[in-house]
């Protein structure tokens, strides 16, 4: 599975942007992964097959993520940003039909990244 992130850049605090990714063929699992400079991998937010969506708490009111599997498509919305949101963003994937968690160490397929910085 080939995935491919757009949609990075930067932003003002307070500001948004909108990350996508394309996806090679459809996975049921799909995410956001980011990682800051120095720190550990941060599942940010997981869609499994169902649509069912989970976040971590960083970001609970302020992200949110979709998709459309027709495009093959996940997105994430990134609202009112801060400052700590700085990192890389992954676009990441599993076949599961089952388990989706927002665990960094649960994806196999991983996208090469979209940088994210939030000035202010």
């Known amino acids: 599975v080939q995935l491919v992130e757009s949609g990075g850049g930067s932003a003002q605090v307070g500001g948004y942007l909108r990350l996508s990714c394309v996806a090679s063929t459809y996975t049921a699992c799909m995410g956001w992964v980011r990682q800051a400079p120095g720190q550990e991998r941060e599942a940010v937010a997981t869609?499994?097959?169902?649509?069912?969506?989970r976040y971590v708490d960083a970001v609970k009111g302020r992200f949110t993520a979709s998709r459309d599997n027709s495009k093959l498509t996940l997105y994430l919305q990134m609202d009112s940003l801060k400052p700590e949101d700085t990192a890389m963003y992954y676009c990441?994937?599993?076949?599961?039909?089952?388990?989706?968690?927002?665990?960094?160490?649960?994806?196999?397929?991983w996208g090469r990244g979209t940088q994210v910085t939030v000035l202010g």
């Open positions: 990441v994937s599993s076949l599961s039909l089952g388990q989706c968690p927002p665990s960094a160490g649960f994806f196999r397929n």
């Open positions: 869609v499994d097959r169902t649509g069912v969506i």
